[in-house]
Nanobody, 131 residues
Framework: AARLVESGGGSVQAGGALRLSCTASGLPARSNPNRPNCMGWFRQVPGKEREGLARITVGGDNTWVVYQVKDRFTISQDSAKNTVYLQMNNLRPEDTAMYYC???????????????????WGQGIQVTVSP
């Protein structure tokens, strides 16, 4: 079964940095049309919608980062390790949330803000930023 496993979360003071990792396993084979074409990150705070932050084309270099964080967050990947990263710099208390790794097909590549087109989710990892 497909799995996305996040790591790298935790607590940090404002102004600090964290790098989240998401390692994929058990995804459909490259020849399978259901294989995800994009992976990325969402975050969610209690009582609010899950919001898209960034996505990258699997094995490619096409990236997208939501404008609210694009001067502080960077998405990258190590294809050999099936791992996608989210580098988060200059963290703020409002970045405190549960962060989720996501994977999906062309719909997700085209609509990285839309949680409904994500095919696979990680279990989530907490990031807490203190003032």
């Amino acid at each position: 079964a497909a799995r996305l496993v996040e790591s790298g979360g935790g607590s940090v003071q404002a102004g600090g940095a964290l790098r989240l990792s998401c390692t994929a396993s058990g995804l459909p084979a490259r020849s399978n049309p259901n294989r995800p074409n994009c992976m990325g990150w969402f975050r969610q705070v209690p009582g609010k919608e899950r919001e898209g932050l960034a996505r990258i084309t699997v094995g490619g270099d096409n990236t997208w980062v939501v404008y609210q964080v694009k001067d502080r967050f960077t998405i990258s990947q190590d294809s050999a390790k099936n791992t996608v990263y989210l580098q988060m710099n200059n963290l703020r208390p409002e970045d405190t949330a549960m962060y989720y790794c996501a994977a999906g097909g062309d719909d997700y590549c085209d609509l990285p803000l839309n949680r409904r087109v994500v095919n696979y989710w990680g279990q989530g990892i907490q990031v807490t930023v203190s003032p």
